[in-house]
């Protein structure tokens, strides 16, 4: 079997590497031989190398040109690649789902407690052995210690991270394992420094940026407090040369707030980060679960002004790139067939159940086994998560990504 490694250079070497070590769950992939090339779309990447591999272009000639039987695509930007591989006419029964290496991306909930009661989050379906429950530092250490070459970790699940007492040591420990973390926060709690100086990247989750339409939003919230909080980090972020905090202002645009978005604009140019993420409002539930129909109802109306929010996202970007200022989108794009998180990322819930996504993180609807009571490794390899990549690559449903985002 010809393998072609699409991939951008971090990931591709985690799985070279993985390839190279002659693990019997490789057993039949173990030969380096069997790749043929590496390339990808990414223009930084192009030229580098990959152990002895150079990373090429991903253009279709090429794609066309290159002998291979099967791809394995490494990459975040997993849209991009299968669009490029389909440009090239390769089919989708060409993309290699029996993954062999572990992934890049874990995504763990450090707690289900919260000081807000947002409207529109999922927490409030918590079943009551889930509810309020922090992840300890045993549990914390378990899941480390099964994921070795894991190159990011986002703490964050559906409660506050900053009220689980343990997670400053959480973020120490993955910076010593030089593991880039970050953490998303409703920026209720001030952040103590030896946490910011650990950390990668942070997270501020805005949806408003006028005090009463915060409140709002985010009941308990106060949004003097918050920016006062914000604004501590941003002058600490000012003041680091080696290794900058990343700091990302992250809103969530609906039908009910998307007039603040110039607030937010305003708000950036006061206190500039290094990106500000507009995250089109989605619907976290499916047909099934109770809420279904306000969630849809809710991401519906915010799919109906998206062509708005796209014009808006192009003005700040416009504003906002004159101070140096990233502004990066995520929309309403239908995701299933051209998403990479069961190929790339896993998340894990406080309670060490495994869910495709942080999109779809309630276990009790659907999970793909329990790594504390278990073996993540047998997770990811396992019939459960392989067959659900196979749904993820084909056109038939799975019950869990078809309307996604929707
Ligand atoms: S629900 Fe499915 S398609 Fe949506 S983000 Fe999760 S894994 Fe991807």
Avoid at 219 to 238: C, L
Avoid at 278 to 302: C, D, M, P, T, V
Wanted: charged fraction near 20%; glycine fraction near 6%.
């Amino acid at each position: 079997m010809r393998y072609l490694l699409y991939g951008s250079q971090g990931f591709a070497e985690h799985v070279v590497d993985a390839l190279t070590e002659k693990n019997e769950q490789f057993a039949s992939l173990t030969d380096r031989s069997q790749i043929t090339a590496i390339v990808d779309h990414e223009l930084s990447q192009l030229g580098r190398q990959v152990r002895e591999f150079t990373v090429q272009e991903a253009t279709p000639r090429l794609l066309r040109d290159i002998p291979f039987d099967k791809v394995i695509i490494a990459t975040l930007d997993y849209p991009k690649a299968i669009e490029q591989l389909q440009h090239s006419g390769c089919t989708m029964d060409k993309i290699e789902t029996n993954l062999f290496w572990e992934p890049f991306f874990l995504q763990m909930e450090p707690t289900t407690y919260c000081n807000y009661s947002c409207g529109s989050c999922s927490r409030s379906m918590l079943p009551p052995g889930r509810a309020n429950h922090h992840l300890n530092m045993e549990d914390f250490y378990s899941v480390m210690g099964q994921f070795p070459r894991v190159k990011r970790v986002q703490l964050q699940g559906l409660g506050e991270p900053l009220l689980n007492p343990s997670l400053s040591r959480m973020v120490k420990y993955l910076r010593e394992r030089n593991i880039n973390t970050s953490i998303t926060t409703n920026g209720s709690i001030k952040i103590q420094r030896e946490m910011l100086d650990h950390l990668d990247k942070l997270i501020f989750s805005i949806d408003s940026t006028e005090p009463e339409r915060f409140q709002q939003l985010r009941p308990g919230g106060n949004w003097t407090k918050i920016r006062a909080h914000i604004a501590e980090a941003w002058a600490y972020r000012q003041k680091q040369s080696e290794r900058p905090l990343r700091l990302v202002y992250n809103f969530v645009v609906s039908a009910g707030n998307h007039d603040d978005m110039d607030g937010l604009c305003y708000f950036a140019t006061q206190l500039p980060p290094d990106e500000v993420h507009i995250h089109l409002a989605e619907n976290w539930l499916i047909s099934s679960q109770e809420g279904y129909k306000n969630s849809r109802f809710f991401a519906e109306a915010a799919f109906a002004i998206e062509e708005q929010v796209i014009d808006k996202v192009e003005t700040l970007r416009s504003l906002l790139g004159q101070i140096g200022v990233t502004v990066t989108y995520t929309g309403g794009q239908r995701r299933k067939e051209a998403c990479w998180w069961p190929f790339a990322g896993i998340f894990i819930s406080c309670d060490g159940y495994v869910t495709p996504c942080c999109i779809r993180m309630h276990p009790e609807v659907f999970h793909l086994g329990n790594g504390l009571s278990g073996d993540f490794r047998q997770i990811w390899f396992g019939e459960k998560y392989q067959s659900f990549r196979q749904g993820m690559v084909s056109s038939s449903e799975n019950g869990i990504c078809d309307d996604c985002p929707r």
